[in-house]
């Protein structure tokens, strides 16, 4: 894996988890038309979705799962350089453009308060150090049908875009050759999981996301792995989903 938007997530992922193993840690505006994305029918919306009050950056921030929560895990915010080049997420084809975002956790549509993590696996020996599995968290908050209107995004996208397309970020590309379902996920109002599967210089690597709607906040679970196959993130799902009421 040698092309430079990948080679961020090897090392970040290797950096937290060889921290994690040597201290025996124990614990933008968008469009409202949903980025680009062809009008989709939106599920129907419950009148508590509707009419609650979307939530501010810092109330997303308290939902967010924490350290104590997933001991299996090291958590640690989101640094400013992620959030920019999350926030620059595009994608060669329209249609494809929610399920780019959603893959880098940028918010899909006109979200009106934002807040993320991430969680890295804690290794268990120096040998799986560069296999863990690095979970990027974002919950994105918005009012009336956004919430609804950016899932059904987000699922038309990866309908649309199942043969594959070129997600970018920061300046970067990545050929995206496939999107299938991955291991179904019950949780909130309604989820999706899908597994993505990328090129990187003739290699596979195999990439989940699990995107999971409550009332107005969208959460997205998006997973990657130095070692190319990720395992989707069931815990962190878990866990984040409950918070969420």
Not at 41 to 53: C, D, E, G, L
Not at 72 to 89: C, N, Y
């Amino acid at each position: 894996m040698r092309t430079a938007l990948v080679r961020r997530t090897v090392l970040t992922a290797s950096a937290v988890s060889l921290a994690l193993l040597a201290t025996a840690c124990g614990s933008g505006a968008s469009d409202k038309n949903v980025d680009g994305a062809r009008p989709a029918p939106s599920a129907p919306a419950t009148s508590a979705a509707s009419a609650a009050k979307a939530k501010t950056d810092a109330e997303l921030a308290a939902l967010l799962v924490t350290q104590a929560e997933l001991p299996t895990h090291g958590v640690k915010a989101a640094t400013p350089a992620e959030l920019a080049a999350a926030a620059s997420a595009g994608s060669d084809k329209p249609e494809c453009l929610p399920l780019a975002k959603a893959q880098s956790t940028a918010p899909v549509g006109a979200a009106v308060g934002k807040a993320g993590t991430k969680a890295v696996a804690k290794p268990k020996s120096v040998d799986e150090v560069l296999g863990a599995t690095v979970t990027s968290v974002a919950l994105a908050s918005y009012e009336g049908k956004g919430a609804e209107e950016a899932f059904a995004a987000i699922k038309a996208a990866a309908t649309a875009c199942s043969g594959g397309y070129t997600g970018s970020q920061g300046g970067d590309s990545l050929k995206i050759t496939k999107v299938v379902p991955g291991t179904p996920v019950t949780a909130g109002d309604e989820a999706l999981a899908y597994t993505e599967l990328g090129d990187v210089d003739g290699e596979t690597a195999g990439m989940e996301l699990v995107v999971v709607r409550k009332g107005n906040v969208l959460a997205t679970f998006s997973a990657v792995s130095p070692s190319g196959t990720a395992e989707q993130p069931k815990a962190i799902v878990e866990i984040q989903a409950k918070k969420l009421g």
